[in-house]
């Protein structure tokens, strides 16, 4: 087996920053600075460090960003009503709610009220819908990056059985209609895994591509692909860990275990997580500049 | 082998109808009569047909419809100002524009009118993101249909590999997500192959569950399925025939040679057919009923 081609996502997000920049200077020409509302409740500390990282990353491209920071134990109601602030604020382009919400509060409304033309996260019905019907407006960041990936290295998925490990509205379901689609680098025959699939053994490993996002550290590994796949990891796990932080990520794919038989992959970090960062900017970029 | 096990949609919808009429009943003690407006544009034979069979239906049942006949040469703004009376009618729980329309207009701009409250046939793309996101509000009819026949022959498909051949907007994509949703009945590890997939029949072959929706006469045939396989026939096809019509309605199944080896199947007449019809009631009821 040749040496493992490693599919950095790290790199492609920094061509998709550089590709970006254009953009955002010609809607600068015309004085429209794309502008991202995240919104985070409570404090959950996973949820602290993405919204972190996405809003130093729209700083650092010197867009315009503000984080609204709730209390857990804010009322639907109130939280419906900043949405609707936001939806008729033109300073943003894009709204994020950062998931998960506290359990009073039913996520399914949140999203529903966000404006679909604001849904930079591709998460409400109609962009859903959207996609679903091969007609996409916002694709949901993870499953936009990966395919972004796959096609900054050339590998077009035209004839390929891709199978997806995971059901997951915001990763799994999304990436199993877009790579099935009618369209330049998807085409591919796709099988949807999940944890009522008593066999997934058999699935992945006829599999010319494998794109696990199932949130179980180390879940693939050799034995699970056949010679030469091309393995997507999507799970970011932390674990506990001897550093200053007190855990590290990881994916999961059991790297070690594969790196001998697949013939590329994306490793985590560096690997699908950076490009969910990008698909995000590069949204919002889409939402001002159709506006 | 055993027995081919015939499942009969014209059986099971003869169910459904006698499961509505207690719905309709309750409907109509409280003056409410579930209405369908059905827009039927130029004279395609296959789509008068199709009109006339559904709202023959409807009529049978003491329901209410009204099909608006518009010349081929309407115009755009002409049917999507139609829509929009109709939406606004509240005699009407249900519209259903008869496709294909001609090639002057676009289908998507017309879907996209459709008040997603009356879109009985489940292809706006807010229903359409409904259900890709597991929370259907109207699933299109032909794929709730098929749903119906396994769930009347409790064929539970938890566990199941399920292989569609097909990927179009109104069968195939709502069928492959619909059987690998999170939901009892469903939970099937689901392959979604079409024109682009090299080798159809080594994904057939492993299937526990074959759904053909390609429309192409006698597609599947034994060697493309597995000892015991249950295959669900959506092709409707006219083929020439020396009758009264001049024609007659074939399957993509080829069931001379699958009947031997299959377990169950369904029949072309007489199977998927009446089911699309029995579900559009059925949506236009709850559409009703949620009033």
């Given at each position: 087996m040749s040496d493992l081609l490693v599919l950095s996502g790290k790199k492609v997000s920094s061509v998709v920053y550089q590709g970006l920049s254009d953009r955002i200077q010609t809607l600068k020409e015309k004085n429209i600075i794309p502008g991202l509302a995240v919104i985070l409740?409570?404090?959950?500390?996973?949820?602290?460090?993405?919204?972190?990282?996405?809003?130093?990353?729209?700083?650092?491209?010197?867009?315009?960003?503000?984080t609204y920071r709730l209390s857990s134990d804010i009322s639907q109601d109130e939280l419906l009503h900043l949405i609707t602030e936001l939806n008729n604020n033109p300073s943003y382009h894009g709204i994020l709610v950062q998931l998960p919400l506290p359990k009073h509060i039913e996520s399914d409304k949140v999203i529903n009220v966000i404006d679909p033309k604001k849904d930079v996260d591709g998460f409400h019905p109609e962009n859903a819908g959207l996609l679903a019907i091969g007609r996409p407006r916002f694709i949901p960041c993870t499953p936009k990056g990966i395919m972004k990936i796959l096609g900054h290295y050339e590998i077009g998925l035209n004839g390929k059985h891709v199978v997806v490990v995971g059901r997951s509205n915001i990763v799994g379901r999304p990436i199993s209609i877009l790579t099935s689609m009618k369209m330049d680098g998807a085409n591919a025959t796709t099988t949807l895994c999940h944890s009522r699939t008593p066999d997934i053994e058999n699935h992945t490993r006829s599999a010319d591509v494998v794109i696990v996002a199932l949130g179980?550290?180390?879940?693939?590994?050799?034995?699970?692909?056949?010679?030469?796949?091309?393995?997507?990891?999507?799970?970011?796990?932390?674990?506990?860990?001897?550093?200053?932080?007190?855990?590290?990520?990881?994916?999961?794919?059991?790297?070690?275990?594969?790196?001998?038989?697949?013939?590329?992959?994306?490793?985590?970090?560096?690997?699908?997580?950076p490009m969910t960062i990008a698909m995000l900017v590069e949204n919002t970029v889409e939402a001002a500049e159709k506006l």
């Amino acid at each position: 087996m040749s040496d493992l081609l490693v599919l950095s996502g790290k790199k492609v997000s920094s061509v998709v920053y550089q590709g970006l920049s254009d953009r955002i200077q010609t809607l600068k020409e015309k004085n429209i600075i794309p502008g991202l509302a995240v919104i985070l409740v409570g404090e959950n500390p996973a949820s602290k460090v993405y919204v972190l990282s996405k809003t130093r990353t729209f700083k650092k491209l010197d867009l315009f960003t503000k984080t609204y920071r709730l209390s857990s134990d804010i009322s639907q109601d109130e939280l419906l009503h900043l949405i609707t602030e936001l939806n008729n604020n033109p300073s943003y382009h894009g709204i994020l709610v950062q998931l998960p919400l506290p359990k009073h509060i039913e996520s399914d409304k949140v999203i529903n009220v966000i404006d679909p033309k604001k849904d930079v996260d591709g998460f409400h019905p109609e962009n859903a819908g959207l996609l679903a019907i091969g007609r996409p407006r916002f694709i949901p960041c993870t499953p936009k990056g990966i395919m972004k990936i796959l096609g900054h290295y050339e590998i077009g998925l035209n004839g390929k059985h891709v199978v997806v490990v995971g059901r997951s509205n915001i990763v799994g379901r999304p990436i199993s209609i877009l790579t099935s689609m009618k369209m330049d680098g998807a085409n591919a025959t796709t099988t949807l895994c999940h944890s009522r699939t008593p066999d997934i053994e058999n699935h992945t490993r006829s599999a010319d591509v494998v794109i696990v996002a199932l949130g179980v550290t180390g879940f693939l590994d050799h034995s699970m692909i056949k010679e030469g796949a091309i393995v997507i990891d999507v799970g970011i796990n932390r674990i506990d860990a001897d550093n200053d932080k007190g855990y590290e990520l990881v994916g999961d794919v059991d790297w070690s275990s594969i790196e001998k038989k697949a013939s590329a992959a994306t490793p985590v970090p560096g690997g699908v997580g950076p490009m969910t960062i990008a698909m995000l900017v590069e949204n919002t970029v889409e939402a001002a500049e159709k506006l």
